[in-house]
C-alpha cells in the first residue's frame, strides 16, 4: 500500500474513535526514522508490512489501551528540542512552553546581560531548566525533584541536548543550598479530588499531577521558604492552575509584601502563570 493511502485510512480510525489524527505522523515518523518532511517526500512509496505491522501495534496501544502517544515513541517535543520521556515523568505541556518563553523575555527585560542562578523545582523530564539552558547561556541552571526516576531522565536529557545542569534531588526547596536570581516552578497543582482525564491520570505519574486539596500546597510550601534561597532582586515564575490567579497573588503578598506581582495569560486567554517580582528595578 502506498504511504499516502496508508496515512489516510489510520487517520480516520483515530477520529472514529475520538482520537487525534494527529497521533498517526507523531508514530510513523518514528517508525519510519525520519522527519515529517522526509515523511512527505515518501507519500508515493509503498510501506513494508513490517513497517505496517510496527504501526499498528504502536497504534493499538493508542487507540484501544489508553496510552500516550509520546510514551509510546518514548519522546516529546519542547521548545524545538526532543526530550525523552517515559512513565516515570510528567509529559511536558504546551502551556509550559509558554511559561519558558516568558522567563526569557523577562531575562531580557530585566537582567540582560547578566549571569544568573537559577532554580527549577519538580523538573521532571529537564524541559523548563533545559530549555533554559539551551536558550539562554548566561543562565546556570539548578533542577530539583523529589523523584530520583525523573531525576534520571532529566540527566539523560541535559547529556544528550549536551547542557550543564545541576540535578538536586529532594522535597521542594530542601536540597537548595544557595541563593538563587530566579526560582521557576510548575509544581503538581491538580486539586486532589478534580476528575482527571484517564489518559493523563492512569499514566503520568500521579506525584507529578495533585497538588493537595486545594490545588496549592507547593505554592504555599514554596512562597513560605523561598526568602532563604533568593537573591535580594529575584523573580519567582510559577505555572498555575487556569483559576488560581487571586489565590497566588494572596500568598504571593502575604510572603512578599513589598514585591510586584504580574499575573500572565496563556495563548488560551487563561491565567496560567504569575511572576513574583523581589526588590527593585522591575519598573518596564
Ligand atoms: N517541570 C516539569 C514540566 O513542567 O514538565 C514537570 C512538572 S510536574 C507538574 C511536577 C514535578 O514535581 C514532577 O516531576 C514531580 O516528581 C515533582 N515533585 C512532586 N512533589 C515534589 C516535591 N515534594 N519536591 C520536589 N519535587 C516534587
Ligand atoms: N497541566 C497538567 C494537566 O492538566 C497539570 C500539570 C501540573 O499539575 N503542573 O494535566
Redesign the pocket.
Given at each position: 500500500m502506498k504511504l499516502a493511502k496508508f496515512i489516510k485510512i489510520k487517520q480516520e480510525e483515530a477520529i472514529t474513535v475520538l482520537k487525534e489524527e494527529s497521533a498517526v505522523i507523531f508514530l510513523l515518523e518514528d517508525v519510519l526514522k525520519c522527519d515529517a518532511t522526509t515523511l512527505f517526500n515518501k507519500l508515493n512509496e509503498e510501506i513494508s508490512d513490517e513497517d505496517i505491522n510496527k504501526f499498528n501495534s504502536l497504534f493499538d496501544l493508542y487507540l484501544n489501551h489508553n496510552k500516550p502517544i509520546q510514551y509510546l515513541v518514548g519522546y516529546t517535543t519542547f521548545y524545538g528540542y526532543d526530550f525523552i520521556v517515559n512513565e516515570d515523568?510528567?509529559i511536558?505541556?504546551f502551556e509550559?512552553e509558554e511559561l519558558v518563553e516568558n522567563i526569557l523575555y523577562r531575562y531580557d527585560t530585566f537582567f540582560k546581560g547578566q549571569d544568573l542562578d537559577v532554580v527549577?523545582?519538580?523538573?521532571?523530564?529537564g524541559?523548563?531548566a533545559i530549555s533554559l539552558a539551551k536558550e539562554e547561556s548566561h543562565l546556570h541552571v539548578t533542577a530539583?525533584?523529589?523523584?530520583s526516576k525523573?531525576l534520571a531522565i532529566a540527566k539523560e536529557n541535559a547529556n544528550k541536548l549536551g547542557v550543564d545542569i545541576t540535578f538536586l534531588e529532594?522535597?521542594?526547596l530542601e536540597p537548595l543550598t544557595k541563593k538563587y536570581d530566579i526560582l521557576v516552578?510548575?509544581?503538581?497543582?491538580i486539586p486532589e479530588d478534580e476528575n482527571v482525564d484517564s489518559l493523563v491520570k492512569d499514566n503520568e505519574?500521579n506525584?507529578?499531577?495533585f497538588g493537595g486539596s486545594d490545588g496549592l500546597k507547593?505554592y504555599r510550601i514554596i512562597l513560605e521558604n523561598a526568602k532563604n534561597y533568593l537573591k535580594d532582586r529575584a523573580m519567582i515564575c510559577f505555572?498555575h492552575g487556569y483559576d488560581k490567579k487571586k489565590e497566588i497573588e494572596d500568598l504571593a503578598k502575604i510572603n512578599f509584601p513589598t514585591a510586584k506581582v504580574e499575573t500572565i495569560k496563556d495563548l488560551e486567554g487563561k491565567d496560567r502563570m504569575t511572576f513574583i517580582y523581589i526588590g527593585g528595578g522591575f519598573d518596564e
Open positions: 515523568v510528567l511536558p505541556r509550559t527549577d523545582i519538580g523538573t521532571g523530564s524541559a523548563i530539583t525533584d523529589i523523584s525523573a529532594g522535597d521542594m516552578s510548575n509544581p503538581p497543582y505519574p506525584i507529578a499531577l507547593f505555572e
